[in-house]
């Protein structure tokens, strides 16, 4: 678990014995939920628990560890289940009600230690509607000794049924200087610009800090700058198949565009601040303005996109065009 959640760890672990039966985690994306849903699942398990967790040293902490406890259960999406939502659209992976219903299966057994079972479902709103119902039959009359841990970056996305019978524990970014320093122990080399791309939440600046995503972010930044025709249309073959990294990484550096015009300082590439007020000076805000209503408008699509490198190539002429027509001004 990380240091800036353990205010939240103390709050909810104080008492034992007024451990709720369903727990909602919610809030931002790569601030530590799901790290914190297993340290809690594990401490619960634990034959030893102490003030900042499990032991660690337990047969029953070695079981979890090994992703093989009795009294433990992980849902997430699988590919298979739930490929199509109820108006038969093609949809992401989905927690389906099949699984839902195996859940309650283990909720209705009792505990192999004689102690408590755990659930997880994470992300909870990938449950479609049919499994979210047969998830509130057991959230409405919850077994003794059962806690079910639901994780949400989305919670408005839940059935709302679902939210008002859990309890709420709300996740927030850390201070920066707190995500920077732990960034810096885990031995991220360039904590402050990795913090500001993906704004501040610090497990997705591990994720974004990989040498070769840094790489890749390079030459498309690069190419952002030369705008000339025949970069961006290699730029659009290149990364056709990486529509979900180059859609965040073109949305970023229009609101740093955009910011700058409107005399405010780049959130996500501040690193890059003198070349983007060269290109923010050049280029038309109306044009950059309808380029990135047309990201916002395309982010809910890109799992399923019917041509990513007509897509990213049609987003970024539009750049271009933004960037000549105001040209030698
Ligand atoms: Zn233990």
Not at 13 to 40: C, E, I, N
Not at 239 to 266: K, M
Request: hydrophobic share 45%.
């Amino acid at each position: 678990m990380q240091p800036w959640n353990f205010p939240l760890w103390q709050a909810l672990t104080r008492d034992r014995a007024r451990m709720p039966h369903a727990l909602l985690l919610q809030g931002p994306k790569g601030v530590g939920k799901r790290d914190f849903a297993s340290a809690l699942a594990q401490w619960l398990l634990c034959e030893a628990p102490e003030e900042t967790g499990a032991c660690g040293r337990c047969k029953s902490c070695g079981w979890f560890e090994q992703g093989a406890h009795p009294d433990f259960r992980r849902l997430q999406p699988t590919s298979e289940s739930g490929s199509e939502d109820d108006s038969g659209k093609k949809t992401g992976k989905l927690i389906g009600i099949g699984e839902i219903r195996e859940l309650g299966d283990f909720i209705g057994l009792v505990s192999h230690q004689g102690g408590w079972r755990v659930v997880v479902i994470q992300p909870a709103e990938a449950m479609n509607q049919a499994a979210g119902n047969a998830l509130l039959k057991t959230l409405e009359e919850p077994p003794a000794g059962v806690l079910l841990i639901l994780v949400a970056h989305q919670p408005r996305r839940l059935l709302a049924t679902v939210r008002s019978r859990c309890r709420k524990l709300a996740f927030a970014l850390p201070a920066r200087d707190q995500a920077r320093t732990w960034l810096q122990e885990q031995g991220l080399a360039q904590a402050a610009a990795a913090l500001d791309e993906v704004g501040g939440a610090p497990l997705l600046a591990v994720d974004c800090s990989e040498p070769e995503r840094l790489q890749r972010r390079q030459r498309f930044l690069t190419a952002l700058v030369d705008t000339n025709a025949v970069s961006l249309s290699k730029l659009a073959q290149e990364f056709q198949q990486r529509l979900d990294e180059s859609w965040g990484w073109l949305s970023r550096w229009l609101f740093d565009l955009l910011a700058i015009q409107a005399a405010v300082a780049p959130r996500y590439f501040p690193e890059h601040t003198a070349v983007l007020e060269r290109l923010a000076r050049r280029a038309r805000p109306v044009a950059l303005w309808r380029l990135q209503q047309e990201l916002l408008a395309a982010g809910r699509w890109l799992k399923h996109p019917l041509n990513g490198q007509l897509l990213l190539e049609s987003w970024l002429i539009s750049y271009l065009e933004a960037m000549e027509i105001g040209h030698g001004r």
